[in-house]
């Protein structure tokens, strides 16, 4: 005999007492997964203390119609130019910089500065909107009435897009915005560009 | 003839009370099934159907039009069939399913009657009128809201009403499920503590409490609010839904884990390596139920960093400890079933020698890879608070839950109706060669779809979306030319997949509606037309099998299962890692 004294399905009910002591590799397994789940839960403040990249921001809840007004501020004293009848906006490096989403458009365009921080604030004139910015691939959930502030360093200098990546009404897939990263001395450098023969 | 399953003894003659509810004895597994049983699994189970079918058509029509190449549908309809999609597949198709899945556990499976039949029947209607009025507001395009209706976009006051019926109704189920346990347990129709299969159901059906209050604190206000009648703040309905969403798919992941030990029991005579260890990792699901819901909040302005690390994991995400128990203890199981029964060659004899031409196997088997491997791993990792960043709301989350909703949970539905027809509805399987492949076409369909979506979404293509050349947009975009390739290869993956789904559908009906009757036949004399597992049914166990067995080191008694989890968290480290690796190249943002 090895000790075992009887296997049984699920499909039965188990006899007497089921408490019984797991198999040495079912607590071998046990032990291992406890672990990884530690690593897993670790992870994350690991990341907040030594990673660049958190979800965190300043976070504060914002009537739309005062956060509609405070971009319409912003872009009106920033402004450099125009885009198809869009504001490019250009605040001062490390300022404060407002990007509205609203059905369907991401408002205004934003002109910033390759390695130097910004506080991104983000909110919705009307319903959620999703924020994802193409091609880095970074992706925020946008909700009306809640302003979320993030701190974004772009690391690289280009050409970038604003995805809606959150359905937003039947004009949806037509909403997308632009950013603009100048390099360090503050040339726009095109690697591609997205609209030849628009004067930039 | 031998059979794991128990025969249960005639019904004990003091207890009268059995006398009054009409039953059949199921004379190939010795269930005793209740009249009532009967009806309410085959009713739930062809709403469920007729829920599969509306739904994929949906997927197809997706599909096409996502697949920039065809791109089938105008956005209004292409919006309005993605909202018909979601609610059809993951709350009415799954739903019904589940209530059958209820019926059967707590009535067959411990040969007992179901308490209040006239409340369970209207409680099916209830639910019936509530998804019919919910399908009618979305195909009438009074509700183009998707599936989350997240507030304030606005859906027809009527739809949330059918949603809220829908789920009293279910409410209702669960708890003439518990009446029927109770019940049976003082009518002694079996001893002891629930069978492993029946406690799996009963986690389910736990969870399913949880989600519905869920739903009437989500849906109730929603309904208010479309009405004009109070506020409702868009962050705390995205809160509460969630509460929902995601723990409705802890209901699917408990019925799918419960099936999982059913499956294995009927094909190969799998056994429980542990009552203790299998039976609280079901507990584990109920305790860390909201873990997953907060997944869906980690990039929403709403909540802090502590809130989102805290309750995305409890400090040590036991959910995920769960499921990885049970990905060990279902193969172990099935491991150790066929070991037991001399099919004891190295460390993989047991898999060579499986029954891959029973469709309740192959079904069973897909499902656990696919759902570990693809939905376990992806889902985790996207679960992370820093991580979500990069996945946020782009195809690679629909390429998850596809994996754990689709090949996981729907795969084991498909995998034990091949054993419902022949059990409950008393026919044969029809069409039986193509019910062998059904598993096949639609789970390595759904695999190559799953991870080709996945793939897409990490190009940052969104999900929900109608048009990503961005052709009539004010700015140009133009994904990476990998892209166009990577979205074809999973719209033919979603083809095959839906071949599998149609086959599904067809064999289902026709065995049904017009199968052969399987009344006094014995299923053991027949060469084809029903599982495997029922002709050759797995051989009773003796306590002498237990010789068999062999301690190999640290890898135990199932050594193969042991290697198998340990490719498993190579997989998942190495898929975990990498994820962090390109986070750390992105942006610096915080």
Known sequence: ?200 | MSHTIPRPAAPPAEAPVLERWKSRICPSTGFRIDRHADGLIKANAVVATVMLLIGGISAILILLTRWQAVHLLSPVWFYRILTVHGMTMLIFFILFFEMAVLYFAAGPLLNSRIVAPKTAWSAFGLMVLGAALTELMMWTGKADVLMTSYIPLRADPMYYLGIIMFAVGALIVVGIFFGTITVARREKTFTGSLPLVVYGAATAAIIAFITLLHGAATYIPAYLWSLGLIRYDPQVYRMLWWALGHSSQQINVAAMVALWYLLGALTVGSVVLNEKISRSAFVLYILFISLASAHHLLVDPGFGPAWKVVNTSYFMYMAVLASMLHGFTVPAGIELGQRLRGINQGLFGWVKRAPWGDPGFSSLALSVIVFGFVGGITGVTLGTEQINILAHNTLRIPGHFHATVVSGTAMAFMGITYYVIPLIFRKKVAFYRLAQWQPYLFGIGMLIFSIFMTFAGGFGVPRRHYDTTFSNAPFDLQFSPAVDMVTAVMAIGGLIAAVGGGIYILVTVWSVFFGESLEGVDVTTLRTGVPQGLIRPPRKLVPADTAAIQERGWLGITPGTMVLVLIFLAAFALYYFTNWKQLAAVWKIG
């Not at chain 1, 499909?11 to 590799?25: F, Q, R, Y």
């Not at chain 1, 921001?57 to 869009?86: C, H, L």
């Open chain 1, 1 to 200: 005999m090895n000790g075992y004294e009887e296997f049984h399905s699920g499909l039965e009910a188990p006899k007497g007492v089921w408490w019984k002591p797991a198999h040495k590799s079912e607590k071998i397994w046990f032990g291992i997964a406890f672990a990884w789940c530690m690593v897993l839960f670790a992870m994350m403040p690991l990341w907040h203390w030594k990673g660049g990249q958190n979800p965190s921001g300043i976070r504060s809840k914002v009537d739309p119609a005062a956060f509609t007004a405070r971009v319409n501020e912003f872009t009106a004293t920033y402004k450099v130019g125009e885009d198809r009848g869009m504001p490019i906006v250009e605040p001062p490096p490390g300022s404060d910089v407002y990007l509205l989403g609203r059905m369907w458009s991401w408002t205004p365009v934003l002109k910033l500065k390759q390695g130097v921080e910004y506080t991104l604030h983000i909110s919705s004139a009307d319903v959620n909107h999703g924020f994802s910015l193409y091609p880095v691939n970074v992706n925020f959930q946008i909700v009306p009435g809640y302003d979320y502030a993030l701190r974004v360093t772009p690391s690289e200098a280009g050409d970038f897009r604003v995805i809606c990546n959150e359905f937003c009404g039947v004009g949806h897939h037509l909403m997308l915005g632009r950013v603009i990263v100048t390099d360090r001395e503050g040339r726009e450098v095109n690697r591609r560009d997205p609209m030849p023969g628009v004067p930039q």
